[in-house]
């Protein structure tokens, strides 16, 4: 059985805003979230910017003691999740339960958890540990909490495939959903690895910039000649998958369709890319196959575009090979410029931000982009979004680790 699925609701928490309205405001503005890191203290660090989540209040969706129940990670789930759920005009009396079902992404989990608790362990001992230190630090707990809040009795469970994992976890609630096991699915991506241990273990890899610590707004620049490294970001997004004709019965709002689902792995090294980009590539191929669509029909590439030199470069040689002469014609662009690299998170922010973007054929912009670099020859949609039309769109991600995994969307025409 292969039905259609489109999206209906949409969550959000970002370095740009904490619902979908403000984010999506202000990536059509090009504005951006990047700034000096003032959750601790980065005096030591050789980068110190990144894209944090602030003036958070979670208590439209959550009271006191379940944000106490939460790492960080966790409650961004929540509350997005939740957030998706409204906007779709899903209340757990209009679900199915066994015909429901949630699966996230997330790279790091409860990392905020475990630094605290280690510390408890080390100053004071074992006893001084949290006892809800396991069940606020494991990485499936997000999608736990939300199945628990909305009683979904189907498949249920978390993807880790480091950067790939939120597009996994949309890719695969698609597949839930297409062949008929369920009929809505709350699916994307969460993470909180704005903390002193991740930021230092990206520091030692020489991943993450340190060239603007002085301008933390240029910080982040996909396919600018003069990038140096990604800004690490937290935050989550949410999406609600739904079978069709149930959206339709029901006058559900629909942002657009998802059409396809490509996963690969590169299978060469644990941080760089393929040389060639070939994973990528299969990836974009498996996808646009699987929407049974020709490639002259997709307008725009969300790029992973990470504003590392090797990843940009070889998006770009994947994407021109995938398209041939189409990709002169394609608008690329990485939202990460505005929001840093959100990880596990990022494939569904970015997901909801082509979305909106099919929803108001409008194409989002890559801010920063001020020297073009020979080997990063596309139109990124430099510095200032564009309104044009908008047919249908693929969304990039790839992780360490050689995972890569790209999701298509189309846009709705009823």
């Not at 699925?5 to 202000?26: K, Q």
């Not at 939460?70 to 961004?76: G, S, V």
Request: charged share 25%; aromatic share 6%; net charge negative.
């Amino acid at each position: 059985m292969d039905r259609r699925v489109v999206v209906t609701g949409l969550g959000a928490v970002t370095p740009l805003g904490n619902d979908v309205d403000t984010f999506w405001r202000a990536v059509k503005n090009g504005e951006c979230g990047v700034d000096r890191v003032r959750s601790f203290d980065v005096s030591d660090y050789p980068s110190k910017v990144a894209g944090e989540v602030r003036d958070l209040d979670p208590s439209k969706y959550l009271d006191r003691r379940e944000v106490r129940r939460l790492d960080r990670f966790a409650m961004f789930a929540m509350v997005t999740a939740l957030e998706a759920l409204a906007d779709a005009r899903l209340s757990t009396d209009d679900l199915d339960p066994n015909r429901t079902g949630v699966i996230m992404g997330v790279g790091f989990g409860g990392i905020h958890t475990l630094h605290s608790e280690f510390k408890n362990l080390f100053d004071r001992g074992p006893k001084a540990v949290h006892p809800l230190l396991v069940t606020k630090m494991i990485s499936n707990i997000a999608a736990g909490h939300v199945a628990i809040r909305i009683h979904a009795h189907g498949p249920s469970y978390t993807v880790v495939s480091a950067c790939a994992s939120a597009n996994d976890a949309i890719g695969e609630s698609y597949r839930w959903v297409k062949d008929g096991t369920v009929d809505v699915m709350v699916t994307g991506g969460a993470e909180a690895a704005v903390a002193p241990l991740a930021l230092s273990g990206f520091s030692g890899l020489q991943a993450v910039t340190s060239s603007f610590n002085d301008d933390p707004k240029r910080a982040s620049r996909p396919f600018d000649k003069d990038r140096d490294g990604f800004v690490l970001g937290e935050g989550a997004g949410t999406l609600i998958l739904e079978e069709l004709e149930r959206a339709k019965a029901r006058s559900a709002p629909i942002y657009c369709e998802v059409v396809g689902y490509g996963v690969t792995c590169d299978a060469n090294h644990l941080t760089a890319p393929h040389p060639q980009g070939k994973g990528a590539e299969n990836a974009m191929k498996m996808a646009i196959a699987g929407s049974g669509m020709p490639p002259e029909e997709f307008d725009y590439v969300n790029a992973h575009g990470t504003s590392t030199q090797l990843n940009d470069a070889t998006e770009t040689m994947a994407i021109k090979r995938v398209f041939g002469d189409h990709a002169a014609k394609l608008k690329v662009s990485s939202t990460k410029s505005m929001v840093g690299h959100l990880l596990g998170a990022a494939a569904g922010v970015e997901a909801i931000a082509t979305a909106k973007g099919l929803q108001e054929q409008h194409y989002p912009a890559t801010i920063n982009y001020e020297t073009p670099d020979p080997e990063c020859d596309l139109d990124y949609v430099p510095n200032r979004g564009q309104n044009a039309p908008m047919r249908a769109a693929l969304n990039n991600s790839f992780g360490f680790g050689g995972h890569n995994a790209v999701v298509a969307l189309k846009r709705y025409d009823g």
